[in-house]
């Protein structure tokens, strides 16, 4: 657990929730069971700073490596950079926005966070990219990844109540748009090697 904890303010809630305060509260009205808030934490501390993700992309350019896999090493690395990068953007665009997080006292906080700042959620900016390079990597889908380890992950910010719906929205679009770079990316070194070869044959 982050050694910074999300702080609540003690004072009287006023008048009927409304926007995302509101929907936070019947999220966590519906859904958050301690069966569901332990698993939301467990999501939460594999994501933080994206070291989860690291680990399995450090695992796959292993087993790639030990398959003498140059392509697929590459790939494992990306999504490990990725990841990592989409991370380091969700951060300095907090420090740009500095949003607070959640502090209606209505709200059940229940995770410590290793900063106040919510805008984006760096755990949904980290998780989409990598569910789209790890996929990537591993010969999956496009889509399957994203599709079982996008929501669960997006919904546990909100079950613990670290994040306001148009935080963990707008993480997801950002850590699409970070693999999208580091897709575009990696064709362009395609196409360069490609393109150098050919010339050196030419010679």
Known sequence: MSSESTEQTTTAPA??????VKVLMDIQSAIATPPVTAAARG??????????????????????????????QRRWIEAGVGAFGAHAA??????????????DPRIEVGVSTPSKLSFPSSHA?????????????????????????VPPMLTSRLVLGVHY????????????L?????IAGDRYIDSAMTTCVGRNREK
């Not at 008048?15 to 995302?20: A, D, L």
């Not at 969700?90 to 502090?103: C, E, G, M, T, Y």
């Open 15 to 20: 008048g009927e929730p409304t926007g995302e």
């Open 90 to 103: 969700s951060v300095v665009i907090k420090r740009i926005v500095r949003r607070k997080r959640p502090h």
């Open 165 to 176: 719906p148009s935080d963990v929205a707008a993480g997801a679009a950002i850590g699409a």
């Open 43 to 72: 999501l939460s501390h594999f994501g933080e700073h994206s070291l989860g993700w690291l680990a399995i992309s450090a695992a796959g350019w292993a087993l790639a490596t030990r398959r003498d896999d140059a392509a697929a």
């Open 178 to 182: 970070s693999a999208g770079a580091v």
């Open 125 to 149: 900016t980290s998780t989409t990219a990598a569910a789209i390079l790890i996929g990537r990597a591993a010969g999956l889908p496009p889509s399957l990844l994203p599709a079982l380890l």
